[in-house]
C-alpha cells in the first residue's frame, strides 16, 4: 500500500515538473511578446502624434486662408450690394415714367372695359371682349404692341358707337326664351327690332321690361325699314329710361291707388255720365217729336210735349210749366255730382296725408317708399275728383242748354 501511494506521488511530481518548465518557457515568451507589442503601439502613437500635431498645423493654415478669403468675399459683398443699390436707384429713376404709363394704361383699360361691358356694339362684336379683359388684368408694364392694340380697340368702339347696323344674334324675350332676330343697332345705346326695344345686360340682348307709348313703337318699326334718313327715339341711358317705363302705371292701375274713396268717386262719375248721355238721348228724341208735331199743329199726339198741352187746352199753363219742367229732369243729379266729386277728392288728399304723417310718426322720414302708397292716395283721388267733376259740369251745361233750346221752341209753339 505504502509502495503504491509512493508510486503514485513520484509520477505526479514528474508530471508536475513537465508542466511546470512549459509555463515559464510560456511566461518567458510572452513576456518578450508584450515588450513587443507595447514598443509597436508606442511608436505608433508617436507617428499618430507627429501626424495630428502636422494635421493641426495644417488646419490653421486652412482657417487663416479661408479666414482671409472670407473678408475678401465680405468686401466684395459689400461692393455688390453698394452697386446694387445704386442700379436699383438708376433703374427707378430711369423707369418712374414708365410706371406712371403703367398706371394709366391700368384705369384706362379698366373703364374701358367697364365701357364696353355696356355698350351693345360689344353683341356685334363679342370676341373682343376676351381681349379687353386680358389687357384690364395685365400686372406688369405693357408692351408697345399692347398700347397699339388697345389704341385700336377704342377706335374702333367710338367707330361702332357713332354706326346704325343691322346684324342676327340671339335675343332672350320677356318670356326668357331665346330666339334668333335680326335687330338694328342704334350706336352703343340700344337696338330696336320689329319696334321692340331691346337693351344690352350681362352679355345678353334682352327685350327691355318698359317699352315706350305705341306711337314711338310705330316710329321705330318706320325706322327699321327705311331706306333714306328718318328719325328714331333712343334711350341716352341705355336702358335705365326703358326700365322706368316697366315701373310706370298704367291708367287703371294708377285709378285703383285712390282705394275706397277713389272707386267711390269712379262709380259717381260713372253714374252722372249714364245719367247724363240717358237725358240727352231722351232730349233728343223730345226735340225730334217736337218738331213733327210743329209741322202738323192741328192733330196733337200724347210722344211729345207739344202735342200733351195741347190735348190739355184747359189747362195749357200748367201743362206747359209741367213740361218745362220734365225738361229739365236729371240736371240737378248731375250737377250735385259734379260738385260733390272734388269734395270726395279732397277727403281723400285729406286721408292721405293723415297716413303719410302716421308713417313718418312710426318709422321716420328716412324711406320715402314706406309714405308712397298715402301720398298716391292723396294726390291720386284729388286728379279722380277733378277728373270726374270736370266732365260733369260741361255735360250739365249742355244739357241745360239742350233743354232750354226745346224749351223755349216749346213756348213759341205754345203762344
Known amino acids: 500500500m505504502k509502495r ?7 509520477g505526479a511530481s514528474v508530471a508536475l515538473g ?9 511566461i518567458k515568451n510572452g513576456g518578450q511578446q508584450e515588450k513587443a507589442a507595447e514598443l509597436a503601439r508606442a511608436n505608433k502613437f508617436l507617428s499618430e502624434r507627429n501626424n495630428a500635431a502636422a494635421l493641426l498645423k495644417s488646419a490653421k493654415t486652412q482657417y487663416e486662408k479661408s479666414q482671409a478669403r472670407g473678408r475678401e468675399l465680405a468686401s466684395k459683398i459689400d461692393a455688390n450690394e453698394k452697386l446694387n443699390d445704386n442700379l436699383k436707384d438708376e433703374l427707378k429713376n430711369r423707369s418712374g415714367n414708365l410706371n406712371e404709363l403703367f398706371g394709366v394704361f391700368k384705369q384706362n383699360a379698366g373703364e374701358f372695359k367697364a365701357e364696353t361691358d355696356d355698350s351693345i356694339a360689344s353683341a356685334q362684336k363679342p370676341e373682343r371682349q376676351n381681349e379687353i379683359a386680358a389687357l384690364a388684368d395685365m400686372r406688369e408694364l405693357p408692351s408697345a404692341d399692347d398700347l397699339e392694340r388697345f389704341w385700336a380697340l377704342r377706335l374702333e368702339e367710338t367707330i361702332l358707337s357713332g354706326r346704325i347696323e343691322r346684324f342676327d344674334t340671339t335675343v332672350i324675350g320677356l318670356n326668357g326664351e331665346k330666339e334668333n332676330r335680326t335687330i338694328v343697332r342704334l350706336g352703343a345705346f340700344g337696338a330696336i327690332a320689329n319696334g321692340e326695344y331691346l337693351v344690352w345686360k350681362n352679355g345678353s340682348v334682352l327685350a327691355s321690361k318698359g317699352q315706350p307709348s305705341s306711337s314711338v313703337q310705330r316710329q321705330a318699326r318706320s325706322f327699321e325699314t327705311a331706306v ?7 334711350d341716352p341711358t341705355r336702358g335705365s329710361l326703358l326700365d322706368l317705363f316697366a315701373l310706370q302705371p298704367g291708367f287703371w292701375e294708377r285709378m285703383t291707388q285712390g282705394g275706397a274713396i277713389g272707386y267711390l268717386i269712379l262709380t259717381l262719375g260713372a253714374f252722372g255720365l249714364c245719367l247724363g248721355a240717358w237725358r240727352i238721348a231722351k232730349l233728343q228724341l223730345i226735340d225730334g217729336s217736337l218738331k213733327r208735331q210743329i209741322v202738323n199743329i192741328k192733330t196733337p199726339r200724347k210722344d211729345n210735349p207739344l202735342g200733351r198741352i195741347l190735348l190739355e187746352s184747359k189747362n195749357a199753363e200748367t201743362a206747359l210749366d209741367t213740361e218745362l219742367n220734365a225738361l229739365e229732369k236729371g240736371q240737378a243729379a248731375i250737377k250735385l255730382l259734379a260738385a260733390a266729386a272734388p269734395l270726395l277728392g279732397l277727403l281723400g288728399t285729406v286721408v292721405g296725408m293723415i297716413g303719410a304723417f302716421q308713417t313718418i310718426t312710426l318709422f321716420g322720414a328716412g324711406d320715402p317708399k314706406l309714405m308712397a302708397s298715402s301720398i298716391s292716395l292723396a294726390l291720386v283721388t284729388t286728379m279722380q275728383g277733378l277728373i270726374v267733376a270736370v266732365p260733369l259740369l260741361f255735360l250739365h251745361g249742355f244739357l241745360r242748354y239742350r233743354s232750354q233750346t226745346i224749351g223755349d221752341r216749346l213756348e213759341s209753339a205754345c203762344v
Do not use: C, E, G, P
Open 18 to 26: 513537465d508542466n511546470m518548465d512549459d509555463l515559464l518557457d510560456k
Open 228 to 234: 333714306s334718313a328718318q328719325s328714331v327715339a333712343i
Open 4 to 10: 503504491v501511494i509512493f508510486a503514485l506521488l513520484f
